[in-house]
């Protein structure tokens, strides 16, 4: 079965600094991977998606994720954060053996001025 | 474009009472998912269905029912409710295998 780590379940970087949030995943088959953003009491966005193709994704609002079949990651950068960027992000994985789409525990990212 | 639609926003169950929650999606998907919420926990998959008539069960299904009877909605019922399914409750739609599921804005239960 398909699982997803995030590393960190809060995460805080100062504005203008570096945005690093790590998700790991496990899948017997290629996967499809996912990031989502939450804002408060809202539902959850797309940033980005892998689906077998570039392995270095670009999403909105400036992040982009790589996907590295040797290490099983799927990591979240943005190379300078903003205050609007403090948010909720999930990370999932599904693939195409069945349709579940499964998601890690979250990470929350706090920008410090 | 309505997209995923979660009815209601709020509600407050007594102890063994029962609800349905309701979700429609009007982009003609085929894939649509249940998800609870609890703080640091994630999203847990309830139930899933990849089309009408089709169900299956996902991660924490024990205390919920769901039933597809057509492509537009995919509703969660709960049967004799519990504290511990106080929660917040997602429902999801997605097209292709491939592809991002799209949420709805959320249901917030509180059992008392």
């Known amino acids: 079965a398909q699982s997803v780590t995030q590393l960190g379940s809060h995460v805080s970087v100062s504005e203008g600094a570096l945005v690093l949030l790590r998700c790991n995943y496990s899948s017997s088959v290629p996967p499809y991977l996912f990031w989502y953003v939450q804002y408060p009491n809202q539902g959850l966005q797309l940033l980005l998606k892998y689906t077998s193709a570039a392995t270095l994704v670009k999403g909105i609002n400036g992040f982009e994720a790589e996907f590295k079949k040797s290490e099983t990651s799927f990591h979240l950068t943005k190379p300078s954060a903003h205050m609007s960027d403090a948010a909720e992000y999930f990370c999932?994985?599904?693939?195409?053996?069945?349709?579940?789409?499964?998601f890690g525990k979250g990470t929350r990212l706090h920008i410090l001025p | 474009n309505a997209g995923v639609t979660q009815t209601p926003k709020f509600r407050i169950l007594k102890i063994g009472q029962s609800m349905t929650l309701q979700c429609t999606q009007d982009?003609?998907?085929?894939?649509m998912y249940w998800y609870r919420q609890d703080p640091g926990m994630g999203l847990k998959l309830i139930y899933y269905?990849?089309?009408?008539?089709?169900?299956d069960k996902g991660e924490v299904p024990n205390g919920y029912n769901v039933s597809r009877s057509t492509t537009e909605d995919f509703p969660l019922r709960l049967e004799l409710a519990a504290p511990s399914q106080t929660s917040v409750y997602f429902c999801?739609?997605?097209?292709?295998?491939?592809?991002?599921?799209?949420f709805g804005q959320g249901t917030r239960l509180t059992v008392v």
């Open positions: 269905s990849v089309g009408a008539g089709i169900t």
């Open positions: 999801a739609s997605k097209g292709l295998r491939a592809t991002e599921a799209f």
């Open positions: 982009m003609n998907h085929n894939y």
């Open positions: 999932a994985v599904s693939d195409n053996r069945d349709d579940k789409i499964i």
